[in-house]
Structures are given as structure tokens and as C-alpha cells.
């Protein structure tokens, strides 16, 4: 069976520039602040102009924009300025000043090799999920095994599956 997160399920907390919503963490029952996780996927807020990254040690992170445009400087590395549904990726442990107000879905691993990708779907399109993988309804609605899926739905699937799409939808697909 496959297991679906929904908003009401998420773990939310204030931080420094907004707030962050934890949707899934692996292994189960690993806490972000013990840092004892391999996988962690949230989405934060931040509702100010200026703000500094956390520096998370040993931690790759990717950083798709939902909504809003924000640039990343990572000191000494490279910066990028993204809008929506565009992607960053880089290491916890550089220094990271953001500029820009944004709601971003956050993909965090330790020793842990995820691919992460925005799928774009038209209307009754079909689209097959590997097992394993998780997948976030960012925009619109899909059906999975003729179980409804709207906005902010996040499924982990136990074995390869297939999604349609309802309308227009926008997925991350994390696998």
C-alpha cells in the first residue's frame, strides 16, 4: 500500500524567516534536529527579504521554488536566481545567503542519492513512478490506483505505479 502524506499530517515549526513544514523523514522516527536522518523532504516559507541558511554538516540539499523568486549565493561556490518550479542544488555545509521571498519544497539527504525532477503534465496524462519513489503534488490533481490526490499530497509508492493526471499538474518526484 502506498503511503500518502497530506498537509494535515505535516510537522510544522517557526524558524528565523518563516516556517518550515516537515512532510517525510527516513528512517521513520529520525529527528531533523538530531540530524539523524538520511532523507528529510520539507518546505518552508520565507517572509523575509534577507535571510542566512542553517548550515546543516554533511547534509546535499535541493531547493525547488513552489512560489515567489529568490536568489541563493553559496560563498565561494556559484549563485543562482530562481523562479518558480526551478531547482538549486548544494551542500548544507556551504555558507548560503537568500534575497527573496518564497514558499520552496527542501529535499535533504546524508549518504543518500536521490534524483530529484519537476514533472510537468497536460490533462489525462499517464506517467509511471519507479518504486520506491515519492512524489509531491506541487500544482493540480492525480490519480494513483483510483485513489484522488490534490495540492500538496506527497505519496511514497511501494511498487511501480501509474499517476494521471486530472487536470494540468506539477510534480517533484524525488527517486
Not at 18 to 39: H, M, N, Q, V
Not at 70 to 84: A, F, Y
Not at 123 to 152: W, Y
Request: aromatic share 10%; glycine share 6%.
Amino acid at each position: 500500500m502506498h503511503k500518502i502524506i497530506t498537509p494535515q499530517d505535516w510537522k510544522t515549526s517557526n524558524w528565523s524567516g518563516g516556517k518550515t513544514s516537515e512532510l517525510y523523514i527516513y528512517p521513520e522516527g529520525a529527528e531533523f534536529k538530531k540530524g539523524d536522518y538520511s532523507l528529510r523532504i520539507s518546505i518552508a516559507t520565507v517572509e523575509i527579504e534577507e535571510s542566512t541558511f542553517t548550515p546543516l554538516k554533511n547534509v546535499d540539499r535541493v531547493l525547488t521554488v513552489l512560489d515567489g523568486e529568490i536568489e541563493l549565493i553559496h560563498e565561494g561556490h556559484h549563485s543562482s536566481k530562481l523562479k518558480q518550479y526551478e531547482q538549486d542544488r548544494f551542500s548544507g555545509d556551504w555558507k548560503t545567503a537568500s534575497f527573496g521571498k518564497v514558499r520552496d519544497f527542501n529535499v535533504m539527504t546524508k549518504n543518500y542519492a536521490v534524483e530529484t525532477k519537476v514533472v510537468k503534465l497536460i490533462k489525462n496524462e499517464t506517467f509511471f513512478l519507479p518504486k520506491g519513489s515519492l512524489c509531491f503534488v506541487a500544482e493540480g490533481e492525480i490519480k494513483i490506483d483510483s485513489q484522488k490526490l490534490n495540492k500538496d499530497f506527497l505519496v511514497k509508492v511501494d511498487f511501480e505505479s501509474k499517476i494521471h493526471s486530472t487536470m494540468k499538474s506539477v510534480l517533484i518526484v524525488i527517486s
